[in-house]
């Protein structure tokens, strides 16, 4: 407590009640903010000591928190009685007594219902018995298609699949109908669960491409008409209650998996083609739960005490590591109601500890808010930001509360929003901003762990580490799982010897190869193992990893300079004018054009400064707009050290956000490059006529 003392004894706090400013000081603060607190202290670490370079020529790193000194460099598994997916129900159950386990709500305003572990269990177990009964083999190959959203229909089919051995396959709810029927026809599917008749429709659309396909299984009780259409595909439909009813009917006896069984095969995004589906073990999955596990236990006993907020898509295996995560140790999982837009109320209602998260949430989040603070002006605004600034001094130190009296004026509200109880939250899939992560940690005031990884290595290989609130920029440390290396990239300037260079990762949880993809394979993992992640990172003096730049995505002028247009796009983001950005070159050319896609807000608000007429879509055409974002992003990239050659020369306005709808974005909020250099073919070319 001597830390919250001295802390209360050097600052000033003010506290705002209406108009009134009080300013209390030293032991009369303490008394105040203290009193019964519930505080906690996150663990310290020695940030110069988060990995240790192992002996040996590679320059490879691993994980403190593995007995390295002893040889061992992973961490395989957390529990003696789970080995694999399966287990992970299993050992909730006894862990819980039985608890509640799956819980969603049946409406807004209505309370959430709970299933028990048991329950779960018995219909997943009905679930894969029920598959049995219809002709699916309990087998290794086989493959069963889950194309829904999360519920708990969702998990009891992954379970029911795990139990007899075969094999959960997601289908992106909005990875589009090609990708659909390449991943059907790729994996031999003969069954899917589909959570409503649109997708059943889509299905049958192109059942002539998918001649495997032959039962489809329908959440809720399809109509004759139905039933109809399904006949006339040439395809039977039975409800999930009805296949529950057979398999409680003709029970047989489980086929359980072992560690090295196939689990899942999970289809990336596909930014630059075809989606590959990337073949994941059951020891893949408890390896990244172990590893995960530990890297969060310094701070959190995580345990049946706590509560998983699901919403992020259980068809990319972030969600799913999470899932079996909190599982496994008899917590309860909530899923959303499937509409964005009522996300808010669900979690207002089920008041999650565990809140997994994406950064283009927690960004839309803190540009809503900040708009609100600095629009407000006055005491307001003066009181947020001196209640910001001394929750960060307490952040930066190391002590993460909710009890602070700036929590009870000033950060209350915004708490609510994710329901107020959330004690860990983990972001994954993209980059964030160090001033948001900063936000984040200061307002909500949980542990805040960002992860950095892919589908290939099942979703993480390295975490920041609990207690780690320095706003540095990186990715922390390899994971207990896995050990990591740097490789020479010397086309771009790239050097192990420097401590730059591709990312690799070795370890169980890297994905066994890419399913009757031999020629993917091999270009992702070498022989020796080692996945090539196709990201550039630099190791850090603490030990921790940075991702500085992309490969995969790099092309040549026509000088013969290489440039990674993702790290531009980046920067270009930064300028507050801009949302989205898209950086284009040819081999031919010796300059990078782009595509700007301004921020809505921000460009209304620069209009109404610059007395410029006309609504954001008016704004975009306007040529004084064009040369002022152009001459902002060039300033910006000067400043961050792009060289002259990664300055673009011309933009084009767009007026529409980059989306999964209108299909430049992957489900990840990725920019899928091939569809934008289509999309924007006449605009691209017209750039470059103009500068030729």
Known sequence: ????????????????????????????????????????????????????????????????????????????????????????????????????????????????KWMKYSEVNAKAVQFGAGLIFKGCEAVNTTNIGIY???????????????????????????????????????????????????KVQGLLKHRSEMPTLRLIILIGTPSDEDRKLCEDGKVEMISFEGLLELGKENPTDLVLPKPDDLCTICFTSGTTGVPKG???????????????????????????????????????????????????????????????????????????????????????????????????GGVKKALFNFAYNKKKAEVLRGICRTDSIWDKIVFKKIQALLGGRVQWMVIGSAPISAEVLLFWRVVIGCNIQEGYGQTECTAACSVTLAGDNLPQGHVGPPIPCNIMKLCDVPEMNYFAKDDQGEICVKGPNVFSGYHK?????????????????????????????????????????????????????????????????????????ASIIGVIVPDEEELVKYGKKEGLDGDFKQLCAKKEVKDAILKRIVQHGKKRGLKGFELVRDIHIYDDLFSVDNGLLTPTFKGKRPALKTFFASQLADMYTKLD
């Open 517 to 589: 993809n031999e020629e993917k394979t091999k270009e992702a993992i070498d022989e020796d193992g080692w996945l090539h992640t196709g990201d550039i990172g630099v190791w850090l003096p603490n030990g921790c990893v940075k991702i500085t730049d992309r490969k995969k995505h790099i092309f040549k002028l026509a000088q013969g300079e290489y440039v990674a247009p993702e790290k531009i796009e980046i920067l270009y983001c930064e300028e507050p004018l801009v949302a989205q950005a898209f950086v284009y070159g040819e081999s031919l050319k």
């Open 278 to 376: 990337g073949k994941l073990s059951h020891r893949a999955f408890i390896a990244q739960i172990a590893a995960v596990h530990t890297i969060a236990s310094p701070a959190l006993n995580i345990s049946i005490k706590d509560v998983h907020a699901s919403y992020l898509p259980l068809a990319h295996v972030f969600e799913r590591c999470m899932q079996f995560e909190v599982l496994s140790v008899g917590g309860r999982m909530g899923y959303f109601q499937g509409d964005v837009k009522l996300l808010t109320d669900d979690l207002q209602a089920l008041q999650p500890t565990v809140f997994p998260c994406v950064p283009r949430l927690m960004n839309r989040i803190y540009d809503k808010v900040m708009s609100g603070v600095n629009s407000s």
């Open 148 to 198: 829904s959203q999360n519920r708990p229909e969702w998990t009891i089919s992954d379970y029911g699949c795990q139990s007899y051995s075969m094999v959960a396959v997601p289908l992106y709810d909005t990875l589009g109908e090609e990708a659909m029927v390449h991943t059907v026809k790729l994996t031999d599917m003969t069954t899917i669960v589909c959570d409503n008749m649109s």
């Open 1 to 112: 407590m001597q830390d919250f003392k001295e802390l209360a004894d050097d600052n000033v706090w003010i506290v705002a009640a209406g108009t009134a400013v009080v300013v209390v000081l030293g032991t009369t603060l303490y008394w105040l903010t203290h009193r019964g607190s519930k505080t906690r202290i996150m663990a310290k670490y020695d940030y110069n000591k988060q990995s240790v370079l192992l002996p040996g020529e590679e320059r490879i790193r691993c994980s403190t928190l593995v007995n390295h000194e002893k040889g061992q460099h992973f961490i395989e598994k957390m529990y003696d009685d789970m080995n694999t997916v399966y287990d992970t129900l299993q050992r909730g159950m006894k862990q819980s007594n039985d608890g509640d386990c799956l819980g969603w709500r049946p409406g807004p305003g209505q309370p959430y």
